[in-house]
């Protein structure tokens, strides 16, 4: 069946716009998370939700991030006024409720901001 | 604070030899430990997912190993193959329920198998 999706693949935009991402996770999968990978850091958690809400927001670097989900389906992770060190690759990971079995990843939006 | 840690940072070896890849944890309160693979420019793959109750899980070539009070894990890659070359990942969930199963990961073995 159809894997996580994610897109745009690749992402450039100019430092101080406003970028959206978006995540379709596997169909059934009530947990969807959001993980960061960039040179320096590796990858890291941002964002954690279940159904539509996000009780684990405890990765966003800056209140210039912000994710939403709806119809517990599609998220969107929105960055605010871009700046240079939000460069990395953007993960989705859907499972079908945290905890159980592994977690299925999407192939990444690559950010890269000028 | 969970930290991941893996050694070694980058391994070349040639094709047939068999070959381990290591990852240690610092906090032992674990729900489960998973590797993955991920090839250039694409998203992870799920290998082998090692429950804390458990000491090894098998797949294939492929055999994962956790000893939870030395905090480590091992990877074993019997007789190893060009197609083996990827980065691969460590990742472990904590246990408890605010954790919500997310990953900590470690930084990565880059592995390259030449014929």
């Known amino acids: 069946g159809a894997g996580v999706s994610q897109s745009p693949s690749n992402k450039v935009t100019e430092k101080g716009k406003d970028v959206e991402l978006r995540c379709d996770p596997i169909?059934?999968?009530?947990?969807l998370y959001w993980y960061r990978q960039s040179l320096g850091q590796g990858l890291e958690f941002l964002i954690y939700?279940?159904?539509?809400?996000?009780?684990?927001k405890s990765g966003l670097p800056s209140d210039r991030f912000s994710a939403e989900r709806t119809g517990g389906s599609v998220s969107t992770l929105t960055i605010q006024r871009t700046q240079q060190e939000d460069s990395a690759v953007y993960l989705c990971a859907s499972v079908t409720s945290a905890y159980q079995e592994t977690q299925y990843f999407g192939p990444g939006t690559r950010l890269l901001v000028l | 604070k969970q930290e991941v840690t893996q050694i070694p940072a980058a391994l070349s070896v040639p094709e047939g030899e068999n070959l381990v890849l290591n990852c240690s944890f610092t906090d032992s309160a674990i729900y489960n430990l998973q590797w993955f693979r991920q090839d250039p420019g694409k998203g992870l793959t799920s290998l082998l997912l090692i429950q804390s109750s458990q000491r090894e899980q098998t797949s294939g070539r492929l055999n994962a190993s956790l000893d939870k009070s030395s905090g480590r894990s091992t990877l074993y890659i019997a007789a190893s193959q060009p197609g083996d070359s990827a980065t691969y990942l460590c990742?472990?969930?904590?246990?408890?329920?605010?954790?919500?199963?997310?990953?900590?990961f470690g930084q990565g073995t880059i592995l390259t198998v030449h014929p």
């Open positions: 939700f279940q159904g539509n809400s996000a009780p684990d």
């Open positions: 990742a472990s969930t904590r246990a408890g329920g605010t954790s919500y199963g997310k990953l900590t």
């Open positions: 169909s059934g999968h009530t947990a």
